[in-house]
T-cell receptor
Framework: AQSVTQPDIHITVSEGASLELRCNYS??????LFWYVQSPGQGLQLLLK??????LVQGIKGFEAEFKRSQSSFNLRKPSVHWSDAAEYFC????????????FGSGTQLTVLP | DGGITQSPKYLFRKEGQNVTLSCEQN?????MYWYRQDPGQGLRLIYY???????QKGDIAEGYSVSREKKESFPLTVTSAQKNPTAFYLC??????????????FGSGTQLSVL
């Protein structure tokens, strides 16, 4: 069975600074990988996903993520954070194409300082 | 606007009571899902349905029940057998595309609390 770890429970950055959120997964083959974002009291929105091809994936809102097989990682990055990026971010890993097989990480809460 | 609507936004349950959370989608998606979210934890799958009149248990189905009589609707009942029902409940729908993985669309959630 797959598993996913988000080592950072809470991250604080200043507006305009760069951001990297960590995600490590455990799975024997190449997994489906996702990053979702959740604003307070809301549902989740997909930022980006990866299964194959170019290991650097571009998403919405200026986010990108890089798949590194050797490190079993799928870290999320953004070069310049905006105050509106404050939210909780979830990494998810799937063994197959169906969401039935998804495992979500415990999330990273992002605070953005003015 | 296409999307998923969950209601109510807040719900309170008394001891021994069953309560039902509503989830409706107009995205024409075949698959629908119910997740439970507790503070500091990821989402955990309660039930899912990939087609009308069929549904399957997820990882934490005990104390919950669902129905899927219409493609658009997937209500979740939290029964009195669920001893710790306080949580944020999220409904999602998706259309599976094997090559790129299923993208989930989420509702805005229902916060259930016990009185």
């Amino acid at each position: 069975a797959q598993s996913v770890t988000q080592p950072d429970i809470h991250i604080t950055v200043s507006e305009g600074a760069s951001l990297e959120l960590r995600c490590n997964y455990s799975y024997g083959a190449t997994p489906y990988l996702f990053w979702y974002v959740q604003s307070p009291g809301q549902g989740l929105q997909l930022l980006l996903k990866y299964f194959s091809g170019d290991t650097l994936v571009q998403g919405i809102k200026g986010f990108e993520a890089e798949f590194k097989r050797s490190q079993s990682s799928f870290n999320l990055r953004k070069p310049s954070v905006h105050w509106s990026d404050a939210a909780e971010y979830f990494c998810a890993v799937g063994a197959g194409g169906s969401a039935r097989q998804l495992t979500f990480g415990s999330g990273t809460q992002l605070t953005v300082l003015p | 606007d296409g999307g998923i609507t969950q209601s109510p936004k807040y719900l309170f349950r008394k001891e021994g009571q069953n309560v039902t959370l509503s989830c409706e989608q107009n995205l024409n998606h075949d698959a629908m899902y119910w997740y439970r979210q507790d503070p500091g934890q990821g989402l955990r799958l309660i039930y899912y349905s990939q087609i009308v009149n069929d549904f399957q248990k997820g990882d934490i189905a005990e104390g919950y029940s669902v129905s899927r009589e219409k493609k658009e609707s997937f209500p979740l009942t939290v029964t009195s057998a669920q001893k710790n029902p306080t949580a944020f409940y999220l409904c999602a729908s998706g259309q599976r595309r094997e090559a790129v993985g299923e993208k989930l669309f989420f509702g805005s959630g229902t916060q259930l609390s016990v009185l």
